[in-house]
């Protein structure tokens, strides 16, 4: 088959990015580029299987997680043009074990509703994606919970619970299983024929490429879930197929408003913008609007990045946590877009003496927010509810978060850091020069309502201590406790894929001495109450 010079250029600097996961005994990934809809590149770097000695090829099936959002979306869009849903309508009219939350389908598809991640809800009863659960269980932790982060529509947070609830709505309305809608509606018409909805993890799924966590300098170990999947990131596909996806944005046929829905802008409450749209999340490249989604699931990472001003798409899917594909696919977008001239000039990255006189932990005790700031492996890097996330330099002497479900800016001020964090909330934060004892108040056992958690807090002779338990486990791990102020304390979860931590701000009654409550917030959890009842 023949080739341009320039996708040849192309192709050979793509190679020299995924060179590394070419040696033997390496897993990788598989990189697709397709411009104007013809395939410029599409190939295959590493091993789907080390043990097999399985190449990774277009064919090579992974596990997309979150990218399947936006077929979720597209499905409930078709229904509600079919009149056989609203989208201003609750889930719970759809889902009656839910509680009657003033929550809309809509909000939900944009992540602004509101409500709390079903992933987080059971983190915090001490359960996690290495422990096995069922897809009742799921539901059952939605339905527990009464709480909302904020008032819907007034801010995105991402939220696994929307889409997986969505997808429970699509099953309710039709009658039939979420993949075999999936299927049916969209996978069949469009040609996909290697994309299926696995719902159940002992699913047989030809070419799927095992999952790994470590590097080449650590060595390669499996990575396992023990974790059913719906609506929120259930689908397995290969980059052959998600490219023939991305053509049905700019070429539809399962009905030529879905492209357009889904990337349909709707103001927050106050009118602010919110960059997450219905499954679909935009985005910036030197001043090229993107449009796209990631995902991330233990040893799986994709990025689905689209420029439709280029009429670019960039696919990258790995089948190593460790590889990066939200950083590959940008750099290959850029690569591939060199001399066009609507591309603005890259800002100048941020600079290790920009980053040293401010690095160190910082706080705002009313959100409650903490997050430490250093130079790590030649950038800036944030680490916030114990995960780590490169900033960028953005225009007015800010600094940003280069990818991430969430929103985050930071800027050096006099009086210490302001921190934009979405919505028009630009909060200052101050460097926690030293963190306060843990009063001995705190022990007791504490009850959450909401997610069905019960914690206990002793002493474990080293230090405070916090005993978890909830719905799906009984006596489970121990997590550590650091003080932060007088009125916060930090916890940190026990091991596993991904190390969380949380803030637990101390709730005191009128005498301020006795603790009476702790209102927790995590990554996608916020002020949720866990109510003292002992101790």
């Not at 397709?34 to 395939?39: C, D, F, L, V």
């Not at 705002?364 to 509810?385: C, H, I, M, R, Y």
């Amino acid at each position: 088959m023949s080739k341009s010079i320039t996708s040849l250029a192309l192709e050979r600097r793509i190679d020299a990015l995924f060179a590394r996961y070419t040696k033997p005994g390496s897993p990788g990934a598989v990189v697709a580029v397709m411009r104007a809809g013809q395939i410029e590149v599409c190939k295959g770097y590493g091993l789907a299987s080390i043990e097999l000695g399985v190449p990774i090829t277009a064919k090579t099936r992974f596990r997309i997680a979150s990218v399947s959002k936006q077929f979720t979306v597209t499905a409930a869009l078709m229904l509600a043009a079919e009149g056989k849903l609203e989208l201003s309508d609750p889930p719970h009219k759809y889902l009656p074990a839910l509680k009657p939350l003033p929550v809309t389908i809509d909000q939900m598809m944009r992540n602004s509703s509101g409500l709390p991640d079903f992933l987080e809800l059971l983190r915090l009863g001490g359960h996690g994606l290495d422990k096995p659960a069922r897809a009742v269980d799921f539901l059952d932790a939605a339905a527990r919970n009464g709480h909302l982060n904020f008032e819907p529509g007034s801010r995105f947070l991402y939220s696994n619970t929307n889409f997986l609830l969505l997808g429970l709505i699509i099953e309710t309305v039709t009658q039939q299983k979420l993949g075999d809608v999936l299927a049916q509606r969209i996978f069949k018409p469009l040609g996909m024929t290697d994309t299926m909805l696995a719902a159940d993890i002992d699913t047989v799924i030809p070419n799927l490429a095992m999952a790994y966590l470590g590097d080449d300098s650590q060595g390669f170990r499996r990575a396992g879930h023990a974790y059913p999947q719906g609506g929120e990131g259930g689908l397995t596909s290969t980059v052959e197929d998600l490219l023939v996806w991305s053509r049905h944005f700019d070429a539809p046929i399962l009905g030529k408003q879905i492209p357009t829905q889904l990337v349909a802008a709707e103001p927050l409450t106050g009118g602010y913008g919110n960059r997450y749209r219905r499954g679909v999340g935009l985005g910036e490249l030197r001043g090229l609007e993107t449009a796209g989604h990631g995902g991330l699931w233990p040893g799986f990472r994709t990025e689905f990045l689209r420029v439709p001003a280029a009429d670019l798409t960039v696919i990258v899917i790995a089948n190593l946590a460790s590889i990066d594909p939200w950083r590959l696919a940008h750099k290959i977008a850029t690569d591939a877009l060199d001399g066009d001239e609507r591309m603005k000039p890259a800002l100048e990255p941020i600079t290790s003496a920009e980053i040293e006189p401010i690095a160190g932990t910082w706080f705002n005790a009313e959100e409650p927010s903490l997050f430490d700031l250093a130079w790590k492996n030649g950038e800036a890097t944030v680490t916030q509810n114990g995960l780590p996330f490169a900033l960028g330099r953005r225009a007015g002497g800010w600094f940003g978060a280069e990818r991430g479900s969430f929103e985050f800016m930071l800027k050096p001020d006099k009086d210490g850091l302001s921190v934009d964090l979405g919505a028009g909330r630009v909060l200052a934060f101050a460097k926690l020069a030293k963190r306060t004892e843990i009063p001995a108040a705190i022990v007791g056992t504490y009850t959450s309502a909401d997610s069905g958690a019960v914690w206990r807090i002793g002493w474990s002779g080293e230090g405070y201590a916090l005993n978890v338990s909830g719905p799906l486990i009984a006596g489970g791990p121990t997590w550590s406790m650091t003080g932060v102020d007088s009125g916060t304390v930090e916890l940190t979860g026990a091991g596993g894929w991904l190390q969380t931590t949380q803030l637990a701000q101390l709730v005191r009654d009128g005498s301020g001495k006795t603790i009476v409550a702790l209102d927790v917030s995590t990554g996608r959890i916020k002020k949720m109450r866990f109510e003292r009842t002992s101790g």
